[in-house]
């Protein structure tokens, strides 16, 4: 039975935004990883980041992605990274499924170029790199997370997708996935 469904992809991609939608199409409960390690902390990731190092937010993550892995109807949005770590990787492979909402670095430059909330680009923004710089950071750690994101059970391109549409598509997906196991 699947009870959990992890919402993966870069940062922007939507996690946050549909995760919550998805999650009441369903009548699930919904949680975001990094929302929850806000909270716990009383400080922002970059906050966090900057503090304690990036080593220790990770260890951090894992913890947390430990805890919510038990809870049942579920969907959970992961942060960017947290799909990076084979530990990680192997709880969200053993408790649930992953979708990978994907999209382009150009379409990730045009939602990030003012943002200064994101450790991985913050230094672009603040110092107010061209957008070949960001263009070309965003493809590196895309490439570095290729692997990675194409573990998910479902992978869905979300670059010109009303909200809506996408999770219309996921629910669709999630109910088929249900259905399936019900039957098996």
Do not use: C
């Amino acid at each position: 039975m699947v009870e959990r469904i992890y919402l993966t992809g870069f940062m922007t991609s939507g996690k946050s935004t549909i995760g919550p939608i998805l999650a009441n199409v369903l009548g699930w409960n919904f949680y975001d990883l990094d929302k929850v390690i806000e909270g716990k902390h009383e400080k922002s990731v970059v906050e966090i980041f900057e503090e304690f190092g990036e080593e220790y937010f990770r260890n951090y993550e894992t913890e947390t992605l430990e805890k919510l892995s038990t809870e049942k109807d579920t969907i959970i949005s992961l942060g960017g990274g947290t799909l990076t770590s084979e530990r990680n990787l192997a709880i969200l492979k053993q408790t649930g499924k992953i979708v990978y909402l994907r999209i382009t670095a150009e379409t990730i430059y045009h939602r990030l170029k003012h943002k200064i909330d994101r450790p991985l680009i913050r230094d672009l923004v603040l110092n107010e790199r061209p957008r070949e710089e960001f263009i070309e950071r965003i493809n590196k750690i895309l490439d570095e997370r290729k692997y990675y994101y194409e573990k998910a059970d479902i992978i869905l391109d979300t670059d010109n997708n009303k909200i809506g549409i996408t999770v219309d598509q996921l629910a669709s997906e999630m109910r088929k996935l249900l259905h399936a196991h019900n039957q098996g």
